[in-house]
């Protein structure tokens, strides 16, 4: 009986150690577990129309406005062809100067605006935006601001409403082309991609996709 208790001690022995081990066994790996990194793919993919969507909430982006006054002259003067020689008819010379203000603001139409987004297998991609060409939105005379500083009729002549309103018209259509060839065109263009790169900051939040304008036209 004694020999029999001391085996089955042994034995009993035997498996706490194993378990034992087991035990520890079991525990190292989960607490290894533990530790080990697990990737987790945080890249979102970005749609390139939801963007452009939220881009065109708005019909018209103005992104510069330029206030001016003008004096301008107008002077006509009847001519008579003869032979060949131009002379003019005395007494009906008629000319007049007129002050005015306008305003003209610059921008994009943002209707235009295309998204290109290029993914990377690896890391973010990048967001291309082709911008079009900025334009002179709207054009305003302030009627209120036209002043007749001089004026002046012949004999045979008198003005009319219609050579004062078509005189404005030719000056808005020459400003108009003077200041497009100024820097009022470049720096709204500056500042409608500022606009816009703000806007689709705030549509992507931390997102870490680059944002690159794309001008074809080279401003």
Same mark, same amino acid.
């Given at each position: 009986?004694?020999?029999?208790r ?5 034995? +009993? ?6 378990a034992?081990?087991?035990?520890? +066994? ?14 987790? $793919?945080?890249?979102? !993919?970005?749609d ?8 065109? &909430? ?18 006509? &003067?009847?001519?008579?062809?003869? %032979?060949?020689w ?17 305003d ?16 990377? !297998? #690896?890391? #973010?991609g ?17 009627i !209120?601001?036209? &002043?007749?500083?001089? !004026? ?10 219609? $050579?004062?309103? =078509? ?6 259509? #020459? ?10 065109l470049?720096? +709204? ?5 500022? +606009? ?9 939040g931390?997102? =870490? #996709? ?6 074809? %036209?080279?401003?």
């Open positions: 009986m004694g020999k029999l001391s085996i089955t001690t042994i034995m +009993a022995i035997c498996c706490l150690i194993i034992g081990f087991i035990g520890f +066994a079991i525990y190292g790996r989960i607490t290894n577990a533990s530790f080990i990194p697990i990737e987790v $793919d945080t890249r979102v !993919e970005i390139s129309e939801l963007l452009e969507s939220s881009i065109r &909430q708005i019909a018209e982006l103005s992104t510069l406005a330029k206030q001016y006054t003008e004096v301008s002259f107008f002077a006509d &003067q009847t001519t008579v062809d003869v %032979w060949g131009q002379f003019n008819l005395p007494g009906t010379a008629r000319s007049f100067i007129l002050r005015f203000s306008g003209i603001r610059f921008g994009i139409d943002v209707g235009e605006i295309q998204l290109r987004v290029v993914e990377d !297998e #690896y890391a #973010y990048g967001i291309y935006v082709y911008m079009p060409a900025t334009v002179i939105l709207t054009h305003a005379i302030d !209120e601001s036209i &002043q007749l500083l001089d !004026e002046r009729t012949g004999i045979f002549t008198s003005l009319e409403l219609e $050579d004062f309103t =078509g005189f404005i018209a030719d000056q808005q259509r #020459y400003i108009e082309s003077r200041a497009s060839t100024l820097q009022f470049t720096d +709204a263009q500056r500042n409608a991609e500022e +606009a816009v790169y703000t806007l689709l900051r705030a549509a992507l931390d997102l =870490g #996709y680059s944002i690159t304008f794309v001008r074809s %036209w080279g401003i």
